[in-house]
């Protein structure tokens, strides 16, 4: 069984939560995971499949501490060949229409690079809950089959 590696992209340490907590729930069930909070692209690239967990900040952007990670794979574009990937993204819908636009780049992005989508991007929206592991660790349970190769 595959390895995932998480990138977690937080500013203020819930994302980088959530992708712990969703580390835990993969170690319990015996799948191997690490988290990613300083990628560099070579991570990207020895990964067996991705999970990008990523908040947004400012204006709908990715958060500081993946903000290069993420210009150097729109710049150098490395393929992905049908690499799974899935995408969490923690947001505010009262940002209107940057609504969880961090982890929309991801996504875009990702599908741009020619990786294999396993599911939509999955939106967790702060105003309606407060703690978004309690919406990411289940459905990460119910996408990991898809994510490992
Ligand atoms: C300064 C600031 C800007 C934000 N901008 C956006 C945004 O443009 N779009 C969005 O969906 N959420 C936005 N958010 C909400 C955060 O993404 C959300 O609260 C998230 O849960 C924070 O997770 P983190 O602690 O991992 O950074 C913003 C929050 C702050 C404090």
């Known amino acids: 069984m595959s390895s995932i590696s998480i990138f977690a992209g937080s500013v203020y340490g819930n994302a980088q939560h959530v992708s712990e907590e ?39 952007d990715v958060p ?40 929309r780049q991801f996504y875009d992005l990702m599908l741009e690079l020619q990786g294999k989508s396993v599911a939509d991007m999955f939106e967790v929206d702060a105003i309606e809950t407060l703690s978004a592991e309690d919406e990411v660790v289940p459905w990460v349970e119910s996408i990991v089959s898809e994510l490992q190769v």
């Open 64 to 103: 500081p501490n993946l903000e290069l990670f993420y210009s150097d794979l729109r710049d150098n574009f490395p393929l992905m060949n049908g690499k799974p990937f899935a995408v969490a993204a923690l947001g505010d819908s009262s940002y209107g229409d940057s609504y969880c636009g961090g982890g």
């Open 22 to 60: 969703v580390q835990n729930m993969l170690s319990d069930k015996g799948i191997q995971s690490e988290v990613f909070s300083d990628p560099d692209e070579s991570d990207f690239i020895a990964a067996e499949s991705i999970l990008v967990i990523t908040s947004t900040t400012g204006q709908g």
